[in-house]
């Protein structure tokens, strides 16, 4: 049977705060029940920063995005959240198209995307959390969200707008693509937010309560005005406490099952194999 799939959807990038924007991507759309947000974003002030890279098969759009916003010759600096194909997707090109920026990274971030990073030394600033990185005209703080799926991960904290960007935390898949948590079914969501925390972080069933809890009210005390993050529609200020909310609640919550070979049998029959 031959299906026909509707072209992507394009949503252009949503204004998070003052010069801050968010970049919107994902994937799944027509070919899965839900989608997966991959977003970036770029504070646009004295010294540009674009904060992770998206994934390498959406590269022309991803840089059209970026670059109606800010040109490359302006941007100073490109902070990759952890090392993670999503995140550092367009990272190299964009070095490379970007002669002014310096990558801020960490040690163990190039160590573990070894020669896949073609960015020199020279070019990097390693910045760990808790560290601070002066823009001329805000003073950005990286802050681990405290959930994770690499050990290499920053957030990163604007107090001049209170926007944070949250790598993988507050992950949501979504029935069809949204700009803003607001849109989605506030039980689909929260269900949503569950699941995902636990696939991107399966120790989180196994964590000391009160540390974890610890880890959440760190960022809870940034006093964020926006959440924004990779995998998810922007997180307003109305919906920031259910945001904490649920990411308290995963390490105790039941989720769905992940897709298994069954489901990929189901998938090999759609394609015309025969499954195995
Ligand atoms: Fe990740
Ligand atoms: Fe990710």
């Known amino acids: 049977m031959h299906t026909t799939i509707a072209p992507k959807t394009h949503l252009a990038p949503t204004k998070l705060a003052s010069e801050t924007y968010l970049l919107h991507d994902h994937q799944g759309e027509g070919t899965a029940p839900v989608c ?4 970036a974003m770029v504070i646009r002030g004295v010294e540009p920063i674009v904060v992770d890279t998206g994934m390498p098969e959406h590269r022309e759009q991803f ?11 302006d941007i100073r600096w490109v902070f990759v959240s952890h090392d993670d194909i ?3 997707g367009n990272v190299n090109e964009l070095m490379d198209l970007a002669p002014n920026a310096t990558l801020v990274g960490n040690w163990f971030l190039m160590e573990r995307m070894g020669a896949s990073l073609a960015v020199s030394p020279l070019r ?13 005209d805000r003073t950005l703080v990286a802050m681990r969200p405290p959930v994770y799926d690499s050990p290499t991960t920053r957030g990163l904290f604007d107090p001049t707008t209170g926007v944070y960007w949250a790598s993988d935390a507050f992950s949501t898949p979504m029935p069809v693509p949204v700009r803003d948590v607001a849109a989605l079914d506030p039980m689909f969501w929260d269900e949503g937010m569950l699941m995902f925390n636990q696939y ?9 309560e009160t540390r974890f809890q610890a880890c959440v009210d760190r960022v809870q005390a940034l006093g964020a005005s926006v959440i924004a993050a990779c995998h998810t529609p922007m997180i ?5 406490d259910q945001a904490l909310s649920a990411t308290r609640r995963s390490t105790s919550a039941t989720v ?13 029959r759609t394609l015309g194999g025969h499954g195995s």
Do not use: C, K
Request: proline content about 9%; cysteine-free; hydrophobic content about 40%.
């Open 200 to 208: 991107v972080a399966p120790w989180l069933t196994m964590v000391d």
């Open 86 to 88: 999503d995140h550092t």
């Open 63 to 73: 840089f059209a995005d970026l670059f109606s916003i800010v040109e490359p010759e």
């Open 236 to 240: 307003g200020r109305s919906h920031l």
């Open 124 to 136: 990097q600033r390693w910045l760990g959390d808790g560290e601070r990185l002066d823009l001329g």
């Open 36 to 39: 997966v947000p991959l977003n």
């Open 256 to 268: 769905a099952p992940q897709p298994d070979q069954a489901v990929l049998e189901q998938i090999q």
